[in-house]
């Protein structure tokens, strides 16, 4: 039984920062990729950024560079480092696991059916 656990949501002034984890227990594969995505009441999930299991990363285009994602696997944590926060990064976030093996492109790993999913943490910047 897979289990995603997100923490670090709350609420911080535009311009702020915030540091989200994401634990994960049970049998997981640790070579396939994890990702945050991101999604308001009334609007369609977006991706915020993914990690293969040699952290290469990529980000969605909105990032601009603000925030940076991170994986150890060692310690069964997926991070996402968030700062120059802005109102419209108000959302629940996700974390999702069980991933692609890698990818050639930003379609290949934010369009991807991961398996497992965690049950969101809030996040408002006012």
């Known amino acids: 039984h897979v289990q995603l656990v997100e923490s670090g949501g709350g609420s911080v002034q535009a311009g702020g920062s915030l540091i989200l984890s994401c634990t994960f227990s049970?049998?997981?594969?640790?070579?396939?990729?994890m990702a945050w995505f991101r999604q308001v009441p009334g609007k369609g999930r977006e991706a915020v950024a993914a990690a293969d299991a040699d952290r290469r990363t990529i980000y969605g285009d909105f990032v601009e560079g603000r925030f940076t994602i991170d994986r150890d696997n060692a310690k069964n944590t997926l991070y996402l480092q968030m700062s120059s926060l802005k109102p419209e990064d108000t959302a629940v976030y996700y974390c999702a696991a069980d991933g692609p093996r890698g990818y050639n492109s930003d379609y290949d790993v934010f369009y991807y059916e991961y398996n497992y999913w965690g049950q969101g943490t809030q996040v408002t910047v006012s």
């Open positions: 049970g049998a997981t594969h640790s070579r396939r990729c």
